[in-house]
């Protein structure tokens, strides 16, 4: 099964993912993506670890979530947004071979999954950054298409999509 859950900023999308794998499973599992980039953001990243109790086995990966084991797990993943930042920076703020090679990593994660021979249930959180302000930069208006792009692209393959506005969920689909 494939969750994947979007909405804006604090729209409450981590709280949800996380409250839905504990529905699913008493010990889940929590892949960070983010890259620490600077002292604000690190703050961030220890809040979120400060969310999870003992329940959670925590792992970090910043690419390539098809190289962990993630066999008969509850997986939230969070979040792609901060992944496809990771792929951005690293092709020097280039869309076509950023969205390239995060969709062929995504597509083996799925295929991962669903080749297990154990249940594996993902939930997915992405951000729908194109709802704001319009980026001042072009850097900035290359991720906003770039992340509506792979936002589609994962919508499209999850069993069941999920938008949070003000800490509410609205089922899109499944």
């Known amino acids: 099964m494939i969750y994947y859950i979007t909405g804006g900023q604090r729209s409450g ?19 960070a993506t983010s890259r620490a980039w600077d002292e604000d ?16 086995t925590n792992w970090e990966e910043e690419k390539y979530l098809s190289r962990l084991d993630l066999s008969g797990r509850v997986v939230v993943v969070d979040c792609l947004t901060l992944w496809l930042t990771n792929f951005f920076d690293d092709h020097q703020y280039q869309v076509e071979p950023t969205l390239k090679e995060a969709q062929e990593e995504f597509d083996r994660l799925l295929q991962k ?3 297990s021979e154990k249940n594996t249930t993902l939930i997915l959180v992405s951000n729908e950054i194109g709802m704001g302000l319009h980026p001042l930069n072009e850097a900035g208006r290359k991720f906003v298409d770039l992340q509506g792009w792979m936002n589609q692209y994962a919508a499209q393959r999850a069993d069941q999509a ?13």
């Open 162 to 174: 999920i938008l949070m506005v003000s800490g509410l969920p609205l089922r899109l689909k499944g």
């Open 113 to 115: 999954v669903k080749e």
């Open 41 to 56: 953001h690190r703050q961030r990243i220890e809040r979120h670890r400060a969310d999870r109790d003992t329940r959670w």
């Open 13 to 31: 999308k981590s709280r949800y993912a996380q409250e839905l794998a504990l529905r699913l499973t008493d010990q889940p599992v929590y892949v």
